[in-house]
């Protein structure tokens, strides 16, 4: 098949590479002449995965928004989740009208509180039959020096879950397909909170407990407003609840928990976004969080609590004492 990848990012570029493992020719779309260079010419993105020396032949790469999608069957959307909405008004029109576009994007729209799904479909005037997201525990170094992965396609029509699924499984990354899009956009923008959140008491030096309390509350968090939004809670049980909490919460290679880790070693909000390298998307999507959370009616603690840490830079002591109030609740 022929696919195009919007956003030359490291996740973009690492699953551009699976797809050209799984024998598809892949040409990814990036803004940068530089890295558009690098990939074209020289099969390497220097910038974000510097460590893989080259990506494989069948994938290239352009600047030319009109040649990246031409002919494409599946478009794929790996942009910085605030920056979609802009980028992709650029791409409307040019799509081709029976392409499927994934989103490979986790995070919840400031101001409009909007998924990703509702972003990328209404940018591109896009009928929910076209649209899929792909979630995941899918730390991007770890694909993209091909270890065993898995993660979860999701379609309304379970025919083009199936088809994405089939475009993007190696021998060594695995995708499964559920038709609860909601499901899966909710469990990947929410678990990037929660480990900013883990990674916040990691950094000031907090042990097990504290990050079992985090990530078992703040999955409960995300699984009761998903459920409100429209969502399986049975999804956020799978690889991309659990399991991407799992990942995100306990690896140095996410940058949300990286840019937690710094805030509770003392780092301001500004000089963690000066060292983190990518994008936390956890970072502006926690307001968003805590405005969506207001407007399904269902508390969100955990999200408020980081909220008032990346809005007033309280300490990882405070921020922990907010989620412990007086009253005794069932579990
Ligand atoms: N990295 C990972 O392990 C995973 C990431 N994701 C999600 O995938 C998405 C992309 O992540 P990732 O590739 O890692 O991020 P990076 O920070 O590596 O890259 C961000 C990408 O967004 C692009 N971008 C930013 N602003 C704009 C804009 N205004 N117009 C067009 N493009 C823009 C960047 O382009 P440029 O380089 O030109 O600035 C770059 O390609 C995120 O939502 C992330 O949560 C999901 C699973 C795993
Ligand atoms: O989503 C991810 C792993 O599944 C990547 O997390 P980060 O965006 O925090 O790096």
Redesign the pocket.
């Known amino acids: 098949m022929k696919i195009t990848v919007l956003g030359a990012g ?2 973009g570029t690492a699953f551009g590479q699976v797809l050209a493992d799984a024998g598809n020719d892949v040409t990814m779309w990036a803004m940068e002449p530089e890295i558009v260079e690098g990939i074209r010419d020289n099969h390497r993105n220097h910038v974000r995965l510097p460590f893989i020396e080259h990506l494989p032949d069948n994938m290239t790469a352009t600047g030319d928004r009109a040649e990246s999608v031409r002919d494409a069957e599946i478009v794929v959307v790996a942009i910085a989740a605030q920056f979609a909405r802009v980028a992709l008004a650029e791409f409307k029109g040019l799509i081709p009208d029976d392409a499927i576009v994934v989103s490979l994007m ?1 995070g919840i729209e400031r101001n409009t509180n909007k998924r990703m799904d509702e972003v990328v479909r209404e940018s591109l005037d896009l009928p929910a039959e076209r649209f899929a997201a792909v ?6 170094k770890e694909i993209a020096l091909r270890q065993p992965a898995a993660t979860v396609v999701g379609c309304e029509d379970l025919d083009n879950a199936t088809k994405v699924a089939k475009a993007c499984t190696t021998d060594y990354f695995k995708a499964f397909v559920t038709t609860d899009v909601i499901g899966l956009e909710m469990c ?1 923008s929410l ?2 909170v929660v ?1 900013l959140a883990v990674g916040m008491a990691r950094g000031a030096g907090y042990g097990e407990n504290t990050a079992a309390m985090i990530e078992t509350r703040g999955l409960a968090e995300l699984t009761a407003l998903g459920k409100a939004a429209g969502a399986d809670p049975k999804t956020f049980a799978g690889l991309a609840g659990v399991g ?1 909490l799992i ?2 919460c306990g690896s140095p ?7 937690g880790a710094n805030l509770g070693k003392g780092l301001s909000k500004e000089e963690a976004t000066k060292v983190s390298n ?5 970072v502006p999507t926690t307001d968003a969080v805590v405005a969506l959370g207001d407007e399904l009616g269902v508390p969100t603690p955990l999200a408020y609590a980081m909220s008032r840490v990346l809005d007033e830079g309280i300490s990882c002591a405070e921020m922990l004492s907010l989620l412990f109030g007086r009253e005794i609740t069932a579990e």
């Not at 979630?135 to 991007?140: A, E, I, Q, R």
């Not at 990518?278 to 956890?282: L, M, N, S, W």
Request: net charge positive; proline share 4%.
């Open positions: 490291a996740w986790k979630s995941g525990p899918n730390l991007s990947g678990k990037n480990a991407d990942a995100t290679l996410s940058r949300n928990y990286t840019f990518g994008v936390a998307e956890g």
